[in-house]
């Protein structure tokens, strides 16, 4: 299934200075039973948006109009837990492209590329720099380049490099998964099958 291609993103964020958060607070393990990565975002952070009568909870930052955005700022240890690549269909679901954080786990980072969504490891310093510009600012705009792997906050200037795996970095860019790659070199690996039949 292809996605959107991520490019640069510009947008504002969402602030969750939460630490560890982990999959199950992303999406409750009662979500899971749907095959088909469709209204997830819905029952994103389900237990921390919602009371048990299905009222939103006031002081939960996704129920606050102030904030806004393609962005998701987290804690440190974003994607803990589980191996559920349901909490990654949730974030992209909800509206997410981007989540950000000073260190994500391994397999929700890779859950989070394969569905579009672009993990942002920054410093601890740096993660600290989003969070008071966003208090400062809720509008602030964060400016994402994937081509560079640069993140920067606008009103500040400040800049930071990030890593990626340059496969991953590719399928994003182009809005591939792991079978779109492949199906996007068809013509050449039926060319190599060929060569080799022979």
Known sequence: MAYDKFTTLSSSAVPLPIENVDTDQIIPARF????KREAFGDNLFRDWRYNSDDSPKQDFILNNPIYSGKILVGGTNFGSGSS???AAWAIYDYGFRCVVSSFFADIFKNNAINMGILPVQVS?????????????DPNTIIEVSLPDQT???LATGATESFEINGYK???LLNGFDDIDYLQAMKSEIGAFAAEKAV
């Open 124 to 136: 601890p310093e740096f993660l600290g720099q989003i969070f008071d510009a966003i208090e400062a």
């Open 32 to 35: 899971l039973k749907a095959t």
């Open 169 to 171: 970095k590719n399928n």
């Open 84 to 86: 559920r690549e349901h």
């Open 151 to 153: 993140i920067s906050i």
